[in-house]
């Protein structure tokens, strides 16, 4: 069975600094990976995901992951944080033909002004 | 696009009643839904998979004939905890995939249930 481990449960950083939310997956077989938002009382919303081809994903607001498969990682990046970026970052893996979700227990980051 | 919507967000419940809990695609249609239980400071964990007009297939250790799915349209699931028991207070999450969809996952808000 796959796993996925995020080692951060709360991140707090500098507006403006760059900021990486680490996330680490177990799994066989080959694996689809995923990283969600969730903002204060809002769903769950998809950041961005990794399924083929480049392994340097870009979401529109600024985030990049990186699949990294020797260390079998996909973590989370951004070169410079707003305010706004304050929320819960869930990172998910999916195996090849399979649409189940298995999560991290989620990295909260937190922007000091 | 891509909404989902779930009611209650909150619910209170006394112990040995039942409670639904409702997730909706409010502007697609999701021939696959999923419910997800998530305690406090630990990670969404997958309860069912709803697919509509068939049987909801139930993770390992989930007990069926408690939390009861009903997958009735392509907007409309159900989840219905039957005989509440304190343990069973949770903040409960629905996914909507599209009927076209690849891989991506809507998410609900969320229920919080308390049973007292």
């Known amino acids: 069975a796959q796993s996925v481990t995020q080692l951060d449960s709360q991140v707090p950083v500098f507006e403006e600094a760059p900021v990486e939310l680490r996330c680490n997956y177990s799994s066989s077989v080959s694996v689809y990976l995923f990283w969600y938002v969730q903002y204060p009382n809002q769903g769950l919303q998809l950041l961005l995901k990794y399924l083929s081809g480049s392994t340097l994903v870009k979401s529109i607001n600024g985030f990049e992951a990186e699949f990294n498969k020797s260390q079998t990682s996909f973590h989370l990046r951004k070169p410079s944080v707003h305010i706004s970026d304050t929320a819960e970052y869930f990172c998910a893996v999916s195996l090849f033909g399979n649409e189940k979700l298995t999560f991290g227990t989620g990295t909260r980051l937190t922007i000091i002004p | 696009g891509a909404v989902v919507s779930q009611h209650p967000s909150r619910v209170i419940c006394k112990s040995g009643t039942s409670v639904k809990i409702e997730c909706r695609s409010l502007?697609?249609?999701?021939?696959?839904m999923f419910w997800y239980r998530q305690f406090p400071k630990q990670s969404l964990m997958l309860m069912a998979t709803?697919?509509?007009?068939?049987?909801?297939?139930?993770e390992q250790g989930v007990e069926k004939d408690k939390f009861l799915i009903n997958h009735a349209s392509l907007t409309l699931s159900t989840l219905t905890v039957t005989s509440a028991h304190p343990e069973d207070s949770s903040f409960y999450i629905c996914?909507?995939?599209?009927?076209?969809?690849?891989?991506?996952?809507?998410f609900g808000p969320g229920t919080r249930l308390t049973v007292t």
């Open positions: 709803s697919n509509e007009g068939s049987k909801a297939t139930y």
């Open positions: 996914s909507a995939r599209r009927s076209s969809g690849m891989y991506e996952q809507y």
């Open positions: 502007d697609f249609q999701a021939t696959t």
